[in-house]
């Protein structure tokens, strides 16, 4: 099992003189400890479970150009774009500038969007759920036919390109996560364009397994292997050494040995990556006993 690291809150002592100091000593701790990816909310407002909206919120792309250059292996994506923030044709071109910049490393994460408060405070267009599927269906399409180097105009019922070009092309096309469990619209459109499932694992693993088999189903219903779709789950913990604290945030924290059995039932269900959300995840030593939680899930 792979292990990477989604950054959701921002609002630390200091902040936010000391925000850009704290998130390269994580970014960088976080390659030392061995995980494979990390990952920034793609929002602008804080969202409700974490925080008030008041608190600071980083924008995605920015953030993750920044951390490109900080660091030199470990991948990068937003944990997941709103398809409503951004046109399509700039999206694509956004995802690839990180890619040639960072040496081959960025992914794209994607959505239909949800945060209606934010859209509504900054002016962003929000339009109902079914067109929200129909454009992130559609960004999809243009993603994938501009990464292939085609410069065909692209016409769709929301969308229409004349050309979309997209030089430099990105040094590793991006792989392709779409975030969200919806059975009928959100799965099907993993199986027929994504490279990765994200799911969270609120529910437990009955559900989480459920959802799978569900996308293995989509990707029956068009002739492709479930296999090469990678299974991720973004779980929240805390580590500490002996598990069992309190966190400010409410959490009961584990200890190494706790959080791997915890990722050892994700491991039982098929989840090949688990994106962790760490309530301390800017504490001094944390990547310490992260670097023991990677070593142990490679065996998982």
């Not at 067109?131 to 992130?136: A, G, I, P, S, V």
């Amino acid at each position: 099992m792979r292990l990477g690291l989604q950054v959701s809150y921002w609002s630390w002592p200091g902040a936010p003189a000391t925000i850009g100091p704290t998130f390269t000593r994580m970014a960088q701790e976080a390659e030392q400890a061995g995980l494979a990816s990390l990952w920034v909310m793609d929002h602008f407002f804080q969202i409700p479970a974490i925080g008030p909206p008041e608190s600071e919120m980083l924008e995605a792309y920015t953030t993750l150009g920044f951390a490109a250059g900080v660091t030199s292996s470990i991948e990068l994506g937003a944990m997941v774009t709103g398809v409503t923030y951004r046109h399509p044709g700039i999206l694509a071109k956004t995802v690839s500038t990180l890619d040639v910049l960072s040496g081959g490393r960025a992914w794209l994460g994607i959505g239909a969007g949800w945060f209606e408060e934010e859209h509504r405070g900054l002016g962003v267009p929000f339009p109902p759920v079914a067109e929200r599927f129909e454009r992130l269906e559609e960004t999809l399409q243009i993603v994938r036919q501009m990464w292939d180097g085609d410069e065909t105009p692209y016409a769709g019922t929301h969308h229409h390109l004349e050309r979309p070009l997209n030089s430099p092309q990105p040094v590793r096309r991006p792989p392709v996560l779409i975030g969200g469990g919806g059975e009928r619209k959100t799965l099907r459109l993993v199986a027929q364009y994504a490279d990765a499932c994200n799911l969270f694992d609120y529910s437990g693993p009955g559900v989480l397994e459920g959802k799978f088999d569900v996308l293995a189903r989509h990707c029956a219903d068009i002739g492709r292997d479930p296999r090469d779709i990678e299974h991720t789950v973004l779980t929240r913990i805390a580590l500490t050494r002996n598990g069992g604290e309190t966190m400010g945030s409410g959490e009961t924290s584990l200890s190494v040995t706790q959080a791997v059995d915890k990722l050892g039932a994700l491991a039982e269900i098929g989840t090949d990556t688990v994106l962790l959300g760490m309530a301390n995840d800017a504490e001094p030593g944390v990547f310490d006993l992260v670097a023991e939680l990677v070593e142990q899930a490679a065996s998982l």
